[in-house]
């Protein structure tokens, strides 16, 4: 009897805890957080688009940017902050499954996604930890850590084979990003009740703009990581920053990276709205 009751009393633990208004706080802040670091690497990609100067970088980057910044130290505590929020809210996503994702293939697919956006978060959050406490620096930027491994793996037996597999894996992202594009789906984590349906038509537009740019950066990421593999050069491998700086390469490079940064921009503002709308105690 006590054991067949397990999965309810661990379901009303998880929800007992999401509830809590501090962990509410984190997460909405985590997003908020979130969407300052997208903003951040999508204008200064929309700068280097328009010949004013800026860059092509990552997180990472956008963080180096906030801590140069005055007073960037005491920005970066802040910062750190939030993107712990957000890992710690992608954890409980994962493990206690507060959006009740569920069990069946799709739902630990998902489940499987929020556990590894989390640990990406906390790396991100040691690194701002680190520029905060002037202890080190943000890390290796996304295009060398994704070298790394990549050369990691394809010293490992059937290495080609693994890279090829990972980079699969990135393309089936970018293809379920596209579906929630096409489908609109994210708006299923929101609850837009309260706005009028012209605003929830502006919020489903930055949302599908938004999940667009990041589709097409992982199309370009997993191509060139199967790339890697099948050339066995794991100078290939590329990360967003890269990913980004590739598109000038391309005809219209400065209209096409243009567009993917605005994108990057459009996700950044989705970000603050799901720090506001987001069903985080809606279970």
Known sequence: MNSANTPEKVQAKANQVAKNRWVAYLARFGYITKGIVYLLVGILAVQLAFGLGGRTTDQRGALQTIANQPFGQALMCIVAIGLFGYALWSEMQAILDVDRKGKDAKGILSRLGYAGIGISYIALGIGAFHLATSTGSAGKNSTDSAQDWTARLL????????????????LGIAIALFVKVYKASFQQALDLSSLSPGMREGVMLLGRIGHAALGVVFVIIGIFLILAALQHNPNEAKGLDSALLELTHQPFGAVLLAIIALGFVAYGLYCFIE?????????
């Open 155 to 170: 010293q490992m037996p059937f290495g080609v084979v693994l890279v090829v597999i990972v980079g699969l894996i990135v």
């Open 275 to 283: 720090a506001r709308y987001h069903n985080i105690q809606h279970y």
